[in-house]
C-alpha cells in the first residue's frame, strides 16, 4: 500500500527557508508512471497546488511562487524534497505530499497526512 | 490562469438527501476536473477524476459529470461519513483548486 509521510522543521523564521521531505513507501519514486507533489493549505482556506517532479528531475511548479520554489529527488532514500525561500506569514499552511498518478493529467491519489509549517519569529 | 468556482460555499443537508455541488471553470477545460472529500484535520481524498471516473473505493452514491465549463458532484443519499468539504480541481498543467464547499448537518 502506498504510503507518503511528510518531515521537517515546524516552525521558520521570516526571510528565512522552508524545508521539507517527503518520504515514500510502498512505491519507487523512479517510476517512470508518475509525478510527484506538493500542496499547501493555510489555516481555514483552500488548497494551493506548488509543484511537481517526475523521476527525471523535471519539475514545474505555480508560477505564483515564482522562483521561490525549488524540488528534488533523493532516490536512496525513496523521498522527494520541497524548498521555498524567502518564506513570510502568508507560506504559514499545511504542506501536502502526493502522487500525482496520471503523466497528462493533474489528479493526486493519495496524500500524506500533512504537516503543519508556521512562519514566525 | 483558469479560474474554478464552487456554489455553494456552504450547504446545510440532512442524512438521506440528495446533495449536488456545481464548480464552474472561467475558461473551457474538457472533462479535465477531479473532485476531493476533506475532513477535518486529514488529508483530502479523490473522489472523481476526468469528471465522471469514480475513484476505487469510492462509494457509488458519489456521481461526477459535466464537461466545458459547468460540473456538478451529486451525493445521492447523504451519509453521516460524507460531512465534508469538497473541492474541485482542474487537471491541466498549472492546476488550481475551486474555494470548497462545506456540507452541514441541519
Known amino acids: 500500500q502506498l504510503q507518503l509521510q511528510e518531515s521537517g522543521p515546524r516552525l521558520v523564521k521570516p526571510s528565512e527557508t522552508l524545508s521539507l521531505s517527503c518520504t515514500v513507501s510502498?512505491?519507487?519514486?523512479?517510476?517512470?508512471?508518475?509525478?510527484w507533489g506538493w500542496i499547501r493549505q493555510p489555516p481555514g482556506k483552500g488548497l494551493e497546488w506548488i509543484g511537481s517532479?517526475?523521476?527525471?528531475?523535471?519539475?514545474y511548479h505555480n508560477p505564483s511562487l515564482k522562483s521561490r520554489v525549488t524540488m528534488s529527488l533523493d532516490s536512496s532514500k525513496n523521498q522527494f524534497s520541497l524548498k521555498v525561500t524567502s518564506v513570510s506569514a502568508a507560506d504559514t499552511a499545511v504542506y501536502y505530499c502526493a502522487r500525482r498518478t496520471s503523466l497528462l493529467l493533474n489528479w493526486f491519489d493519495p496524500w500524506g497526512q500533512g504537516i503543519l509549517v508556521t512562519v514566525s519569529s | 490562469d483558469i479560474q474554478l468556482t464552487q456554489s455553494p460555499s456552504f450547504l446545510s443537508a440532512s442524512v438521506g438527501d440528495r446533495v449536488t455541488i456545481t464548480c464552474r471553470a472561467s475558461q473551457g477545460i474538457s472533462t479535465y476536473l477531479a473532485w476531493y472529500q476533506q475532513k477535518p484535520g486529514k488529508a483530502p481524498q479523490l473522489l472523481i477524476y476526468t469528471a465522471s471516473t469514480l475513484q476505487n473505493g469510492v462509494p457509488s452514491r458519489f456521481t461526477g459529470s459535466g464537461s466545458g465549463t459547468e460540473f456538478t458532484l451529486t451525493i445521492s443519499g447523504l451519509q453521516p461519513e460524507d460531512f465534508a468539504t469538497y473541492y474541485c480541481?482542474?487537471?491541466?498543467?498549472?492546476?488550481?483548486f475551486g474555494q470548497g464547499t462545506k456540507v452541514e448537518i441541519k
Open positions: 480541481q482542474h487537471l491541466t498543467r498549472y492546476t488550481t
Open positions: 510502498g512505491a519507487s519514486i523512479n517510476s517512470s508512471s508518475y509525478f
Open positions: 517532479i517526475y523521476f527525471t528531475g523535471i519539475t
